[in-house]
Each structure stands twice: as C-alpha cells, then as structure tokens.
C-alpha cells in the first residue's frame, strides 16, 4: 500500500469569476500587491504574446478582435506552462481562467495533485456597469495597470502614474466588441459559477462598491476561510 504524507502548506489557487468589466483585473493587481501570490491573466498573457508579434499572439488576435474566445487547446497550454513557473509553486491567482468547461476540465487536472481550486470569488455587477466600465477603461502600454476615465483616471490623463507609459484603449474594449464578449460571457462562462458553488468554493461578492471596499470584502471572505493563513507572506487584514 502506498501512502501519501499530507502537504504542510497546499498551494493556493483562486479563480476569479465574472463578467468583463467586472473588476477581477483590479481586484487581482490589488490582491497581488498584498499577498505576493502571482497573477495570471490570460488576457494580460495573449496582449503580451501580441506586442512580441509572436505566433500565438497572432492567432489569439484573430479571436480576442470578435470578442470570442481562443481556442482551449493553446489557452489551456499556455496556462499550463504559466503554473509550472516557480513563482506558482505557492498557488496563483487565476484571471480570466477557465472561461468554459472545457478549460475547468484541464484546470481540474493541473491541479490535481495540488490540491485544487480553495476560492472562486465572483465579482457580481450589472450589465449596464460593465459597458460603463469597459468603454471608459484604459491600460498602460507598459506595466498593464488598469485605470478607468471616470471612476480610477491617471494624475495626467493618457498617462500611467506608475511608469509614466502610455494608456491605450483595448481594441476590444469597443461597445460592438463588449457586446460580443458578454454573450460569449453569459453563454460558455456563467456556467461555471453553478460548477464552483457545487464545489463548495464559491463566494459572491458585491463588486459594486469602490474598488478599496470590493478588495476588503475579498479579504476577509480569505481569512473567514482560513486560507490566508496558507499565503507565503502573511496578509494583515486590517489597516
Ligand atoms: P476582460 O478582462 O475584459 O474579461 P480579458 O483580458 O480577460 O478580458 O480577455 C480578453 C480576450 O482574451 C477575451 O475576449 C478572449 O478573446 C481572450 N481570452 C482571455 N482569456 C481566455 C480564455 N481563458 N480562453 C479563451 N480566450 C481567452
Ligand atoms: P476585468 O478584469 O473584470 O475585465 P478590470 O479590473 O479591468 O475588469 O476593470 C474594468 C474597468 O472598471 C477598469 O477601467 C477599472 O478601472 C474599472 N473598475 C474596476 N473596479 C472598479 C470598481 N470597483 N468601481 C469602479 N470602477 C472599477
């Protein structure tokens, strides 16, 4: 027989779900920032491959452009060879992954011997926010940090207050597009908020509120669970 010594410290591993626009990119560069887990955005991970002109940047273009999804075979991949890095040993902050069954399928298997999904938030905001949030989105060309025009804008509009890149919109941040992506959303991807909840890892959160109050909601959803304790760097929750 053989036996199989329990881990000391699991890794962690979040997935954040809900709608584009709904704050998850913010939420994880903010959760990053306090916890030092890795974030992982499939997004973030294909505009980089696309800046770099390399093969799967180009065909991933082809799809993000229609507001589709890429096809699971390179994403689910790409996504493997991300959590292999040793950064991830600790567990890692899932962005925008899965984003069907298919890639919740693979994800199950990547971790099988890591101990699985412990969170699914669900940041939870209406349709008419998304649009709102999306078409005054900006990104810096350089680091990837998120502002928004209106409800998070730059000291100097255009630029980042971090690097002093430039902000883009997103070509796929146009209305036609965003319309496109929350089809995509509701139809391949709301289904796996029934999945996690069935799992027992789900956790909805207001995502309405200011992103300072949405992040400590998250926060405190880690600690009331004891997963906190699991983190490399420990998070003080207060203050
Ligand atoms: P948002 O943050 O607004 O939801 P993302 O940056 O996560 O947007 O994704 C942008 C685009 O990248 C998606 O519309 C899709 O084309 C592609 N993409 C991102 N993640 C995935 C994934 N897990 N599977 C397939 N395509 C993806
Ligand atoms: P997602 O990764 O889910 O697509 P983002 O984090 O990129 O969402 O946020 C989308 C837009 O909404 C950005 O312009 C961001 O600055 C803005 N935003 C994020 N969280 C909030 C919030 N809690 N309140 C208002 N605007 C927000």
Known sequence: MKFTRPMANPPLFLVFLGPPGSGKGTQARLLHERIGLP???TGDLFRHHLKNNTPLGLLARQY???????????????????????????????????????????????????????????????DEEVMRRITGRRTCRLCGAIYHIEFNPPKQPGVCDADGGELYQRDDDRPETVEKRLYVYYKQTAPLIGYYFAKGVLAEIDGTQPPEAV?????????????????????AVTG
């Open 64 to 126: 993000m452009d229609r507001g589709e999804l890429v096809p699971d075979g390179v994403t689910v991949d790409m996504v493997a060879d991300r959590l292999a890095q040793s950064d991830a040993a600790c567990g890692a902050i899932l962005d925008g992954f899965p984003r069907n069954l298919a890639q919740v399928v693979a994800l199950e298997a990547m971790l099988a011997d890591r101990g699985g999904v412990s969170l699914a938030p669900l940041f939870a905001v209406s």
């Open 39 to 41: 974030h992982v955005s």
């Open 215 to 235: 992040q400590a909601a998250l926060l405190q959803v880690l600690t009331d669970r004891g997963l906190l304790a699991r983190m490399p760097v420990p998070a």
